[in-house]
């Protein structure tokens, strides 16, 4: 595996897997499994001691080596990343919240295309993700359990035939399996039918979170959705109810788009349009106006209104416009203020397709 230092240089000089055109992009941006694994004879992260944590990213590291898919890929020790860095990883999906907290033993592995991470120490010992753009939870499921086979051969995971892999968390428990999609409903917030669509999968088990999962707030009009339950269900099982749930919310979606052009579709024209001016032209843009217009500039590429621009587009600005990411562009910590009058001056290259000579100062 590569060293980390040369990371951060590849990841703002590319494009994350997950954000490729896949099924039904104009909807659904990206599909995500996640397994949650545990070594038999180790205690729980949330109560393991800093040597316990440090030899079980040590196991997990060299399991990876081990395996040709991680090979010239990154595995990070976080106490040796700083915040800024590893709020980059955050707003990549690569790292949770929740990863970041203070502590000696905690690591991931990420691949050189970011369609995969590891994150070793988090709520379990491992947390494997695999994410893929688009609809696509079935190539995501068959990534993810391949990954989980080749750990398993070297690596003992706490599993018992009653009850399934062993998790920190109850609402693992069984399978360990977490799917979730990331979804653009911004048609559903007009009509303000957005609640009924949340309620009814609510009680299918399922749950509806912001850009980055639990315990963060929809914005921008796009919503994480996931299953709650894994005990008492096999994987495929999971992964056929999460694409049966997911078709529906697309559906309603769709037939809301449908509904707008229908009913009043000067007014959002008028809407769509005069986002795309601001953001073509504005000069200070705050994180969550920039969410709001390019999820408004998004659903008129889609609906066909904007046609200059393609969604390739809007998905590297919505992860560039981010504070951390900001920062990493300009290879400095800037202020708020600076990051706003970064982020406008970037969306007006973006969308121009110039670069402007000048930067501003603040």
Known sequence: ???????????????????????????????????????RHAVFPHYAGRDMMIDVRRQVFDAALNMDVFKNNWAIALEDVSDLDKQFLIERHLISYEHTNDGD???????????????????????LQVMLGGFDMENAWLEANALDDAFSQSLDFAFTPDVGFHTAC??????????????????????????????????????????????????????????????????EELIDS??????????????????????????LEDRVLRAYAVAQNARIVSSKEALELLSLVRLGVDLGIITDIDNALINDLFIITQPAHLQKISRRKISSRQRDIKRAKIMREKFSGEKEDNETKS
């Open 242 to 267: 999460i694409k049966r749930v997911i078709k529906q919310v697309v559906e309603q979606e769709r037939m809301a788009r449908e509904r707008v052009l229908k009913t009043g579709r000067m007014m």
């Open 105 to 127: 033993g905690r690591g991931v592995i990420i691949s050189s295309d970011e369609g995969v991470s590891i994150m070793v120490n988090e709520e379990d010992h491992i947390r």
């Open 1 to 39: 595996m590569s060293h980390y230092s040369d990371m951060f240089e590849h990841m703002l000089n590319s494009q994350s897997r997950w954000l490729m055109p896949g099924p039904d992009l104009d909807i659904v941006i990206s599909s995500r499994v996640r397994l949650a694994r545990n070594l």
């Open 170 to 235: 109850p609402t693992n428990v069984g399978t360990g399996l977490r799917g979730s999609v990331m979804v653009h409903l911004p048609a559903l917030v007009i009509t303000k039918q957005i609640n009924k669509v949340l309620q009814t999968i609510s009680k299918l088990n399922f749950i509806a979170r912001g850009l980055y999962g639990e315990g963060t707030q929809a914005m921008g009009n796009f919503f994480q959705i996931s299953n709650q339950a894994s005990l008492g269900y096999s994987e």
